[in-house]
């Protein structure tokens, strides 16, 4: 299993730092750009909870990669949840509270700083995570989705989305930016600019891991999951085929047209993933609004956290985890120093 390098991570950090800073990352979205393609994902994300809500309970719920929080703004606003939202960069958790009217939401839950493959919470813990154009910045989907399912609660339900396919149909020479450059519109009105480039252009120059995966990748990862459902859509606009987990090791093997169309022009993964209820009690017949507690990210054997003056504190190694603008920075010792060193 490939994991992120610290050089990665800090890049995600500096780059959303950049991002909030607006003028120095340029063909980026800023401004009413990024306020109508929020918008927009508010609209999908909140099209996706409805289908679930009968069915599922929201409460609480884990957002990782949240960036600016929209998903789980509206969460808490539209469906009465309870939960956090995580993202490794501070400055994209902070950027909420700004975009909170605009998109006409009226509650920001408690936000989190914390590394997606060391999250701060027991085992067991969310009846609900969300993880939306998150994943493709690792470089291998396995061990976030094992990180995910130990802190899933029985019977708890993922959701990952907006995730993407590979297209091998691709010679891949060179990234795009979000705002296409000139030359770049003319080849995208010839189609040829899906098949000679890929995205990611601001993302990869500033060292983000900017990826996608075939489906042998994607069904390894989701194998993780007793129970997962995968909508494969064909980019742009489908056919969309749905496959569910058989108990058979191939079971992610759509049908021959809609994977040649997938190896053509690579496609967007949403999975719906379940851990089994096991033995232990349902979610749903806990106390539905209680949130985990933090638990230390640097020790192994992973204690409570304890508050102590404002910051949060491990008794077991000692640590120190500050909070700032009431966000906690709950990332692992070293690698804390290393992206908020002034934290
Ligand atoms: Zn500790």
Redesign the pocket.
């Known amino acids: 299993m490939k994991k992120q390098f610290i050089a990665n991570k800090r890049a995600e950090v500096e780059f959303r730092t950049r991002l909030q800073e607006g003028a120095y990352v340029s063909r980026e979205p800023s401004g009413n750009e990024l306020l109508s393609e929020l918008t927009k994902r508010v609209e999908k994300a909140r099209i996706i909870f409805r289908a679930h809500e009968q069915e599922t309970s929201f409460s609480p719920f884990l957002e990782i990669g949240a960036e600016r929080g929209q998903r789980s703004m509206l969460l808490a606003s539209e469906f009465r949840a309870q939960g956090f939202m995580l993202d490794l960069s501070l400055d994209s958790l902070r950027e909420a509270e700004a975009l909170r009217r605009p998109l006409k939401l009226n509650k920001i839950p408690q936000s989190v700083v914390a590394d997606a493959y060391n999250l701060p919470f027991p085992n067991n813990s969310f009846a609900f995570i969300i993880a939306f154009q998150t994943i493709h910045h690792f470089p291998d989907p396995e061990p976030i989705l094992r990180e995910v399912n130990r802190v899933l609660a029985p019977g708890g339900v993922f959701i990952l989305d907006e995730e993407p396919i590979r297209q091998s149909f691709n010679v891949r020479l060179w990234r795009r930016p979000t705002i296409l450059r000139w030359w770049e519109k003319i080849l995208k009105a010839t189609i040829l600019l899906h098949f000679l480039s890929e995205i990611g252009k601001s993302e990869t120059d500033a060292g983000i891991i900017e990826t996608s995966f075939s489906l042998p990748t994607w069904e390894k990862a989701l194998n993780v999951f007793e129970t997962a459902k995968a909508a494969l859509t064909v980019f742009p606009f489908g056919p969309t085929e749905t496959i569910s987990k058989t108990g058979q090791e191939k079971w992610l093997n759509p049908s021959l047209p809609t994977r040649i169309l997938l190896k053509l022009l690579g496609g967007n993964i949403q999975a719906i993933c379940t851990k089994s209820p096991n033995k232990r009690r349902s979610y749903k017949l806990q106390a539905k609004h209680l949130l985990p507690p933090f638990v230390?990210p640097?020790?192994p054997p992973h204690?409570l956290l304890e508050q102590r003056l404002g910051s949060w504190y491990?008794l077991?190694?000692k640590?120190t985890y500050p909070v700032k603008d009431g966000i906690p920075i709950l990332i692992e010792r070293t690698l804390r120093q290393t992206l908020y060193p002034n934290a």
Do not use: E, I, R
Request: with cysteine; proline share 12%; glycine share 0%.
């Open positions: 230390c640097s020790c204690p491990c077991t190694c640590n």
